[in-house]
């Protein structure tokens, strides 16, 4: 669908995003982000993708969203703030990272994107769209810098100016044009060097990319092996993802709490006692995160990684 660009139309798409709750919204027309054929490649090559090979696969597919979404013109981007001032318990317990501490964000942003789809066909019946949230090989954080979210930071997380990089992206591909946002062109990042000089691990290479091999976020949540034995004492307690290189980012000094409930901790888990993680069983295991991006691991490697955490915070 060819409709013309109805700038009106635009503004009200994302007056209503904001209305249900999303912190960003922009506009990218669908094309072929040619520019990152080479440096996926590259970065899988070099092996820094780990054992997410599926990173490498389908690459024509992962840079054009109108091979995944045949009649595509317009990619509708989301961002939707995460961050929580609120912190578990004391020393020696198994920490988790911000974006795992409530439901399962894909349920919660799926619900909105979905919502948008259905605003749209309110006002363009003839219109259709597919929602996504980390589903499909698309390249989110490229997107959300074409739709003028913010930039990649030196720890390759995208970054906005108003509210930081704790948020998670949505996205819509659709077959409506739209009045087009700006990309992100400039890099705020000026001198800082936060990021690479705190993580943990060293993980942070000096070209905006990561060794996902030495990453505790990717170590704790994705990796299908056990934390490598030189790396347990750098965990620095973490037993479910690493918020350390936004934590130390000066653009998420002035981060404002998250307006969305389900994203909180739940008091349960916010009260558990460093005993009450190593003796967390697999019932309790399922009944506390079966709706949590946590309940994606299995029960016995998230128990490697509580052990891996206590060892290393101890
Ligand atoms: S998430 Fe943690 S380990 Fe991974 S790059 Fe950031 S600071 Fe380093
Ligand atoms: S810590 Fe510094 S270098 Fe790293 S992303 Fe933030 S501003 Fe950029």
Known sequence: MNTSVDKTFSVLLKEYAAEIGFDLCGFAPARSLDEHRAIISNW??????????YLGQNIE????????????????????????EKKQGGNGIPKISKYAYGINYHHVIKIKLNKILNFIKSIHPESSGKSFVDSAP?????????????WYGKHSVLINKKIGSFFFLGIIVTNIDLDYD???????????????DLCPTGAINNNRTIDTRRCVAY??????????????????GR???????????????????HKTPEFDL????????????????????KRL??????????????????????????
């Open 219 to 236: 170590l704790t949540l994705e990796s299908k092996a056990q934390v490598p034995d030189d790396l347990v004492m750098k965990l620095e």
């Open 61 to 84: 597919k992962r840079i054009d969203p109108r091979i995944l979404v045949p009649g595509a013109r317009s990619l509708i981007v989301t961002g939707l703030n995460y961050f929580t």
């Open 289 to 314: 995160f079966k709706e949590s991006a946590i309940g994606r691991r299995s029960y016995c490697r998230f128990m490697d990684n509580i052990e891996a955490a206590s060892i290393s915070a101890s």
């Open 182 to 196: 700006q990309p992100e062109k400039e890099d705020h990042c000026g001198t800082c060097t936060l990021c690479i």
């Open 138 to 150: 698309l390249l989110e954080k490229a997107w959300g810098r074409e739709a003028g979210l913010g």
């Open 44 to 53: 899988t090559v070099s092996g820094l993708n780990g054992d997410m090979a």
């Open 266 to 285: 739940p008091a349960e888990v916010e009260l558990m006692t460093a005993e009450d993680w190593k003796n967390l069983s697999r019932k309790d295991y």
């Open 239 to 257: 037993a479910f993802g690493c918020d350390k290189c936004q934590d130390v980012c000066p653009w998420n000094k002035n981060s404002k709490p």
